[in-house]
């Protein structure tokens, strides 16, 4: 092959990857709308509102199905080797991390529905800061991956600790209204579950975080992370299944 037909072939794999990229980063930044939106209407107790929220996570599902037929045709016609291939297989894990993200989101919106069938209680507020702390560990990711800045990538790595100290916190405040007052038990159960799924969301932020370190370093990110959520410890209850 020349030397020119070795160039159009890289040229037209990178102009693919970059496009690969761009996709995933608006999939990213749309479950990050979706976040917001579900805690939007956590607030205004809307249940058609919260419906919405719930029938949008398709558009990220049709995302995720596309950006899974991309990375197949990529792979058929470029067959990467080395470095590119862990570029498209960064892609492949980064977009299914990205469809958890948006499935988590609409579990919020869901449980936002009787929620607001029920009086409301003081906690509710403290949702908004644990979606606040995650959907700005799901924007830092996304700009490491689209920069290939592993650096950004370890710190959001490391910064996820104080998601799960912050859901700790809150998780022990929900316990607290539960044994002060009986009435309480329904709503606070019901954001015992919204807040899990916010850390949770948290726990795939890491996920790209380590993807991201893999792709640019070619070798995994094995450092101890602190992890601070405290909620499975022998003294306090659990949450059964994570992805309800």
Same mark, same amino acid.
């Given at each position: 092959m020349?030397g020119s037909? $070795? /160039?159009?072939?890289?040229?037209?794999?990178?102009?693919?990857?970059?496009?690969?990229? =761009?996709?995933i980063?608006?999939? =990213?930044?749309l479950s990050i709308?979706?976040l917001e +939106? @579900?805690i939007?209407?956590? /607030?205004?107790?809307?249940e058609?509102?919260?419906?919405?929220?719930?029938?949008?996570?398709?558009?990220i599902?049709?995302?995720?199905?596309?950006?899974?037929?991309?990375?197949?045709?990529?792979?058929?016609?470029?067959?990467?080797i080395? =470095?590119?291939?862990?570029n498209?297989?960064?892609a492949?894990r980064?977009a299914?991390?990205? /469809?958890?993200? =948006?499935d988590?989101?609409a579990?919020?919106a869901?449980?936002?529905?009787p929620?607001?069938?029920?009086? *409301?209680?003081?906690?509710?507020?403290g949702?908004g800061?644990? @979606? #606040?702390l995650?959907a700005?560990?799901?924007?830092?990711v996304?700009?490491?991956?689209?920069d290939?800045d +592993? /650096?950004?990538?370890?710190?959001?790595?490391?910064?996820d600790?104080d998601?799960?100290?912050?859901?700790t916190g809150?998780?022990?405040?929900?316990?607290?209204y539960?044994m #002060?007052? *009986?009435?309480?038990?329904t709503?606070?159960?019901?954001?015992?579950?919204?807040?899990? !799924?916010?850390?949770r969301i948290?726990?795939?932020?890491? !996920?790209?975080?380590? !993807?991201?370190w893999f792709?640019? !370093?070619?070798e995994?990110?094995?450092a101890?992370? %602190? $992890?601070r959520?405290?909620? %499975?410890s022998? #003294?306090? *209850?659990?949450?059964g299944? $994570?992805?309800?």
């Open positions: 020349s037909g $070795k /160039e159009h072939i890289i040229k037209s794999y990178d102009d693919e990857l970059a496009r690969l990229t =761009g996709e980063v608006r999939m =990213g930044e709308t979706q +939106a @579900a939007d209407v956590v /607030e205004r107790r809307d058609r509102a919260a419906q919405h929220v719930v029938i949008n996570d398709d558009a599902d049709q995302l995720e199905q596309e950006i899974s037929h991309d990375v197949v045709r990529l792979l058929a016609l470029r067959a990467p080395a =470095g590119d291939l862990r498209v297989f960064a492949l980064i299914a991390d990205i /469809e958890r993200i =948006g988590y989101a579990n919020v869901k449980r936002s529905i929620l607001s069938m029920v009086a *409301p209680i003081a906690p509710t507020n949702l800061h644990l @979606a #606040e995650a700005a560990e799901v924007r830092d996304l700009i490491a991956y689209r290939r +592993a /650096e950004r990538a370890y710190q959001v790595w490391k910064d600790a998601l799960d100290e912050a859901y809150y998780f022990r405040q929900l316990l607290t539960m #002060e007052d *009986p009435r309480n038990i709503p606070c159960t019901h954001l015992l579950f919204m807040a899990k !799924n916010i850390e948290g726990d795939h932020a890491t !996920n790209i975080a380590e !993807n991201v792709q640019v !370093n070619g995994p990110l094995t101890q992370r %602190s $992890k959520d405290y909620t %499975s022998p #003294e306090m *209850p659990t949450l299944d $994570k992805s309800e």
